[in-house]
């Protein structure tokens, strides 16, 4: 199978990862990261004509559709300009003093009283070949009161912005005039935005919200570039962020004082060899029967698809793809468990890794779910085949698959709806009490199982 250029990219990107040395030699002065200009927020926050001439008829790209008013978030976006050094992956630095403007895109709570103190800054992945919010978790984020800033790294994802919205983009640049093509300022960049997002004021990206941890959170190639960062570059550079999380990607294996949490799907494991063992300084979670890119990533994304591009894409993939086991309530939890990390030391609980059997492929039981790893109700106490696995055109591979049981493996499974509900509740519960699962995703999952009907 040809996989696409964009994921044949990141994986390239973390092969090189794989060969990074544990760290260069540290400077004995770490270079300062520069605070940038600020400028916004920008006119045009809701939806509109993105194609009219004036800044203040367009919007966000991928702006969300989510209810933040109903939950006291706004969105805002600003640009972000200055100078910035280059670095190659290797932690080599390659140029200094490179103009740039980018743009955050900022969503977080309108009051203090609602904040929670932690802005979780995302490196947007561009792998599809624009920027992706990846990460963002609308319903657990604004539940806890994280805020939440996407940063325009990459060329890839400025490029297509400026083709989107001229007007509203244009100007935009992470090339030094396509000196650096390959991405090298981005590693500055993206220290640079949480510097931004750490300044106050009225007209500051988190205006004057009481910041107390910054956490940096990137998903698979921005992962990748975010495992460079840490491994290589920040050894040489003053810190910016309090803490790393690592989704469904590749984790760093220098350790260093800011503490890393790496959260994979079954997607992503696929050997039984780990590259890093837990530590003081490093967690690795590993969901069983989750997808590198699941259902609710992609019915979350299907109407802004239509909206910003005009269409959403179809798969024909192996098998039905898109596994429903939630490897975001992982994620929520490993947010809160780091915010806590950070303050007060804290570290977070292990967890069981996945199972491989002696030739090296995963060990699976007679339904064909994955042994091992966490294990939410979708799994211990399933209704549906779902793993990892999958194959097939585009990013087929990446997205697992789900198939649900006939009705007579059902009322096998579960000749009693109470005792069916009874099963879910208990296996949530036990995540819950191991950290591994936040109550109100324990609700969820329930409340999903009370409307399957399994079991009546």
């Given at each position: ?282 967690r690795r979670w590993e969901v069983a029967g989750g997808a590198h890119s699941g259902w609710r990533g992609q019915q979350y994304r299907a109407p802004i698809s239509v909206r910003d591009l005009g269409t959403a894409p179809v798969y024909d993939c192996a098998q039905p793809p898109f596994s429903r086991v939630p490897v975001d309530h992982a994620t929520a939890a490993a947010y809160d468990h780091l915010v806590r990390w950070v303050r007060t030391g804290v570290a977070p609980p292990t967890a069981p890794p996945l199972v491989f059997n002696a030739d090296g492929t995963k ?86 199982a009370v409307g399957s009907g399994v079991g009546g």
């Amino acid at each position: 199978m040809k996989l696409p250029r964009a994921y044949r990219a990141a994986l390239a990107a973390a092969v090189i990862v794989t060969l990074l040395p544990a760290s260069p030699a540290l400077a004995d002065q770490p270079t300062p990261v520069s605070s940038p200009v600020v400028s916004g927020p920008i006119p045009g926050t809701v939806p509109g004509d993105r194609l009219a001439e004036a800044v203040e008829d367009t919007y966000p790209f991928f702006s969300t559709p989510d209810d933040l008013a109903a939950s006291g978030y706004v969105e805002r976006e600003f640009y972000l300009s200055g100078v910035a050094d280059g670095w190659d992956q290797l932690g080599n630095q390659v140029a200094t003093d490179v103009p740039y403007r980018t743009r955050i895109v900022v969503r977080r709570p309108a009051q203090d009283r609602n904040f929670n103190g932690t802005a979780l800054v995302e490196w947007q992945n561009v792998t599809a070949g624009y920027d992706l919010d990846a990460l963002w978790n609308g319903e657990a984020m604004m539940r806890a009161g994280y805020a939440w800033i996407g940063v325009s790294a990459q060329r890839v994802g400025v490029d297509q912005l400026r083709g989107w919205s001229p007007a509203r983009y244009g100007a935009l640049d992470v090339t030094g005039e396509g000196r650096f093509t390959a991405d090298e300022l981005s590693y500055d960049i993206f220290a640079q935005a949480a510097q931004a997002v750490r300044a106050r004021g009225k007209d500051a990206p988190l205006a004057r919200l009481g910041l107390r941890t910054v956490l940096a959170i990137g998903a698979s190639q921005s992962a990748a570039r975010m495992t460079v960062y840490y491994q290589s570059i920040l050894p040489q550079v003053a810190p910016v962020f309090d803490g790393y999380a690592f989704i469904v990607g590749s984790a760093p294996t220098r350790v260093g004082p800011e503490p890393v949490f790496q959260v994979l799907s079954e997607t992503d494991v696929r050997t039984p060899v780990r590259p890093s063992p837990d530590t003081d300084r490093f967690r690795r979670w590993e969901v069983a029967g989750g997808a590198h890119s699941g259902w609710r990533g992609q019915q979350y994304r299907a109407p802004i698809s239509v909206r910003d591009l005009g269409t959403a894409p179809v798969y024909d993939c192996a098998q039905p793809p898109f596994s429903r086991v939630p490897v975001d309530h992982a994620t929520a939890a490993a947010y809160d468990h780091l915010v806590r990390w950070v303050r007060t030391g804290v570290a977070p609980p292990t967890a069981p890794p996945l199972v491989f059997n002696a030739d090296g492929t995963k060990a699976r039981d007679s339904l064909g779910l994955a042994l091992g790893g966490i294990r939410y109700s979708q799994v211990s106490v399933p209704t549906a085949v779902n793993t990892g696995d999958n194959a097939g055109q585009s990013f087929c591979f990446l997205f697992g698959s789900h198939q649900p049981f006939d009705e007579a493996t059902l009322h096998g499974l579960y000749p009693s709806r109470a005792g069916y509900l009874a099963r879910v509740a208990l296996a949530d519960l036990g995540n819950v009490r191991a950290g591994y699962l936040l109550p109100a995703d324990a609700r969820e999952n329930l409340r999903a199982a009370v409307g399957s009907g399994v079991g009546g």
